[in-house]
């Protein structure tokens, strides 16, 4: 079982920055965590994927991210961050953590990022 915490959401003006953290507490030596990442989902949208870290390789980051998002990892901790800066109001959205493993992909439970213009 995984379960997967995120913190770090609020609300920010237009061009400004936030740090989203998402702590996974693992149980049963079977879960292992490949690759960790950071999804959002805005108000009458579709889920998307903002940015991916695999287990090892470069991190993926979705087209809209512009350089201005940059997604990080301690495995140590087994946890994930997603450093925000340059925020406009098209990135108000819920973001979701995701943990991939052999038996599944896991979600935290989303924290709220509004950006007023």
């Known amino acids: 079982q995984v379960q997967l915490v995120e913190s770090g959401g609020g609300l920010v003006q237009a061009g400004g920055s936030l740090r989203l953290s998402c702590v996974a507490s693992?149980?049963?030596?079977?879960?292992?965590?490949?690759?960790m990442g950071w999804y959002r989902q805005a108000p009458g949208k579709q889920r998307e994927l903002v940015a991916r870290?695999?287990?090892?390789?470069?991190?993926n980051y979705a087209d809209f991210v512009k350089g201005r998002f940059t997604a990080s990892r301690d495995n140590a901790k087994n946890t994930v961050y997603l450093q925000l800066d340059s925020l406009d109001s098209e990135d108000t959205a819920v973001y979701y953590c995701?943990?991939?493993?052999?038996?599944?992909?896991?979600w935290g439970q989303g924290t709220q990022v509004t950006v007023s213009s």
């Open positions: 995701n943990a991939e493993t052999y038996f599944g992909a896991y």
């Open positions: 693992v149980s049963g030596s079977i879960f292992r965590i490949s690759a």
């Open positions: 870290i695999p287990a090892t390789g470069q991190t």
